[in-house]
């Protein structure tokens, strides 16, 4: 590790399957690898990623090694854990054409709707966020863990941000 650079969360992810026979294995049972940090206070773990709904259930592919931008891809869906520092500042409002299931693990944050506007989560609560101007400011002495689902979702809105990789 870098000087300066922080350790990457460590997320425990179960991945269960079928083998041959047709029976259900765990095909993998280790801690979760595909971390970006798109500011240095903010970090998010990819934990599995889909294409499409209905999905597939066969397939050995592991679909949380996958290299994604912020949104999932087009009719698919994008689950991530995410760690927030204490202390972390309001970065721009931002959105995607998504709707969100975001469970507050643990800790506290606020999510601002704009300048003004914002709801505390605590551990336990599950906010529904569909396609809304956001910006999560971690104003607590701890850190907070988020787990966050994303759906690709319509209409599609100029200034969203897009599953591109090149996206924060």
């Not at 520092?85 to 999510?111: A, F, K, W």
Request: with cysteine.
């Amino acid at each position: 590790m870098e000087q300066g650079q922080r350790a990457a969360p460590a997320f425990r992810r179960i991945v269960t399957g079928h083998n041959g026979e047709g029976k259900p294995v765990v095909l993998s049972d280790g801690l979760a690898a595909n971390h970006k940090f798109p500011d240095g206070d903010i970090s998010s773990t990819l934990m599995w990623s889909t294409d499409a709904s209905p999905t597939s259930i066969l397939g050995a592919a592991d679909e949380g090694l996958r290299i994604l931008g912020t949104a999932p891809p087009s009719g698919g869906s994008r689950f991530a854990m995410m760690e927030f520092q204490p202390g972390n500042v309001m970065h721009g409002l931002h959105r995607t054409d998504t709707v969100d299931y975001v469970i507050c693990v643990d800790g506290e944050i606020d999510m601002f709707l704009d300048e003004v506007r914002f709801v505390t989560l605590r551990a336990g609560d599950v906010l529904i966020q569909r396609g809304t101007d956001h910006a999560w400011v971690n104003r607590s002495a701890a850190p907070c863990r988020l787990a966050v689902v994303l759906l690709d979702a319509v209409p599609k809105r100029e200034g969203s941000v897009s599953g591109d990789i090149s996206a924060r």
